[in-house]
């Protein structure tokens, strides 16, 4: 599994991107999704998952303000990320579930894209 993210830029507090992340080398459909980001100097952390066909589901910190969204026809999960914050700064992550239970771990991840980077200016 190949997974490519891109969407990521520079923006100001309480602004908006849109992340993608294309997915090729097997049947898209039936994959659990899920977008971590990484800060400099702190672990991988869980932003949202979901799993073909139900709800998105997203940690505390991005509730309310990131949409996780996903188009099996185009092998492409989304994730609009609406008023940003500084703390919002990482380098985000696509990956694919290890099984079909829709984790926050990232060690029942087993394929990544290779990270797209988001700054936030306060």
């Known amino acids: 599994v190949q997974l490519q993210a891109s969407g990521g830029g520079l923006v100001q507090a309480g602004g908006s991107l849109r992340l993608s992340c294309v997915c090729s080398?097997?049947?898209?459909?039936?994959?659990?999704m899920g977008w971590f980001r990484q800060a400099p100097g702190k672990e991988r952390v869980f932003v949202g998952v979901m799993r073909s066909g139900d709800i998105p589901y997203y940690a505390d910190s991005v509730k309310g303000r990131f949409t996780m969204s996903r188009d099996n026809a185009k092998n492409t999960v989304y994730l609009q990320m609406n008023s940003l914050k500084p703390e919002d700064t990482a380098v985000y992550y696509c990956a694919v579930g290890r099984g079909l239970a829709a984790s926050s771990r990232p060690y029942e991840y087993d394929s990544w894209g290779q990270g797209t980077q988001v700054t936030v200016s306060s």
């Open positions: 080398g097997r049947t898209f459909s039936v994959f659990v």
